[in-house]
């Protein structure tokens, strides 16, 4: 059975940190690619940033520079550390396998609010 559990979301600063994680459980994490992924209100999913299991990683302009994601293959768990949060980032984050039909995954975590405001 596929877990994601997204932990490390809050309520943050302008200009803040925070550090995503996600651990999973019963997929073959070490040979799938893993992203995150977010939806702000009344927005849809979309993908922010990737990471292959060699380490490449790639995001989406809006977050480069700001957001790293990174994977510990031993403990099944990705993470995202985003710097200088700004409020356009407010939304629920999402890990799953990156694929080019990621849209379609049937199975979601309950996902992780980030939440920008002063």
């Known amino acids: 059975q596929v877990q994601l559990v997204e932990s490390g979301g809050g309520l943050v600063q302008p200009g803040g940190f925070l550090r995503l994680s996600c651990a999973a459980a019963?997929?073959?994490?070490?040979?799938?690619?893993m992203a995150w992924y977010r939806q702000a209100p009344g927005k849809q999913r979309e993908l922010v940033a990737f990471?292959?299991?060699?380490?490449?990683?790639n995001s989406v302009d809006s977050v480069k520079g700001r957001f790293t994601i990174s994977r510990d293959n031993a403990k099944s768990t990705v993470y995202l550390q985003m710097h200088s949060i700004k409020p356009e980032n407010t939304a629920v984050y999402y890990c799953?396998?990156?694929?080019?039909?990621?849209?379609?995954?049937?199975?979601w975590g309950q996902g992780t609010q980030v939440t920008v405001s002063s």
């Open positions: 019963g997929i073959s994490f070490n040979i799938w690619t």
């Open positions: 990471i292959t299991t060699l380490g490449y990683t």
């Open positions: 799953n396998q990156y694929i080019s039909t990621w849209a379609q995954l049937e199975y």
